[in-house]
């Protein structure tokens, strides 16, 4: 467990002053997403969350990256909203709800409690958390419910992966980072992969996560916690089995961008001999990779719809 009271005091300090550098600039319209604005203090808030659930603290030489992360969370969520609120009939699962804000607390080892009290020595109402994460939860339901239709999964494929799970008697799982970069266009391909790992080899992936994966876990480092090989296709498990602790993949081309995975741990646990659990865990993990999929597809056609405008 980690030194609690530390991080408070480390994460009241650096907020006090990114508040304080900001205490002497009037509140001031800073964008406008259709029809709904964001101020410069619902950018300055989106910081204080971004470093408080990220576990970071707050130096100079970081503001221009974090201000630009908090700009693309502030406007990403915004374009949600007004997507969710077509759908009146669309409502939050509460026990997910509350499994997700624990999970949150979880990432920095320690419990909701501490989290919430860490908000409110900083100034924030906790609620703006709550908001956030029941927008993603609404967000995801709406994806299913439209796409629901086209989650079409191999069961014969399914059924060769429990085969050879079947023969194993540990199964291996791996601590995965990602960063999952938008395609681009062959010719810039070779460019854009070159300019992604040399800032991986500047800036560390965790950052890079932050500041340019399209991903929902770029708000998390790109952290995609412990991930089962059950769940990985046979093509990232190769990739993944050869990659060392600590080492960032070769880039990976997928339907949906470009993916960097990082293997920061590996370890064997003992296998699950319920082979129907296993079987369903499989057709959930690949439904959620399809639905991810449509989510990415569908956000970026109502990015491109919406009047998105910014003042100086």
Do not use: C
Not at 95 to 109: C, K, P, S, V
Not at 255 to 264: E, H, N, Q, T
Request: charge should be negative; aromatic fraction near 6%.
């Amino acid at each position: 467990m980690i030194n609690i009271k530390k991080i408070l005091i480390i994460t009241i300090i650096s907020l006090f002053y990114l508040t304080k550098s900001n205490a002497e600039i009037k509140d001031y319209l800073f964008a406008t997403i259709g029809d709904k604005a964001i101020t410069h203090s619902d950018i300055v808030k989106e910081i204080k969350i971004i470093l408080i659930l990220s576990g970071q603290s707050f130096s100079e030489n970081m503001r221009e990256e974090l201000e630009s992360v908090a700009i693309r969370s502030a406007v990403e969520r915004t374009v949600k909203e007004i997507e969710i609120e077509k759908f009146e009939s669309l409502k939050a699962n509460e026990t997910d709800l509350d499994a997700e804000l624990n999970r949150l607390a979880g990432n920095l080892d320690m419990d909701l409690d501490t989290l919430k009290s860490i908000f409110i020595a900083n100034g924030i109402d906790f609620e703006n958390v709550i908001d956030q994460t029941r927008t993603e939860l609404l967000w995801n339901g709406l994806i299913f419910e439209l796409y629901k239709n086209r989650l079409s999964i191999n069961i014969d494929e399914i059924d060769d992966q429990l085969k050879l799970i079947g023969k194993k008697k540990e199964i291996n799982e791996y601590l995965l980072s990602e960063i999952l970069i938008k395609s681009v266009p062959k010719e810039e391909m070779e460019s854009k992969i070159e300019d992604i790992k040399n800032k991986i080899k500047t800036e560390g992936f965790e950052k890079v996560a932050i500041n340019l994966s399209i991903s929902e876990t770029s708000s998390k480092n790109g952290d995609m916690g412990w991930v089962s090989e059950n769940v990985i296709s046979e093509n990232l498990k190769s990739i993944i089995k050869s990659i060392a602790p600590g080492i960032v993949s070769e880039p990976i081309l997928l339907p949906m961008g470009i993916l960097f995975l990082k293997v920061r741990d590996k370890r064997k646990i003992k296998k699950n001999t319920n082979i129907e659990e296993a079987k369903n865990q499989l057709v959930k993990n690949e439904k959620i990779k399809i639905l991810r999929m449509h989510s990415l597809s569908h956000f970026d056609k109502l990015q491109r719809s919406i009047s998105i405008k910014y003042y100086d």
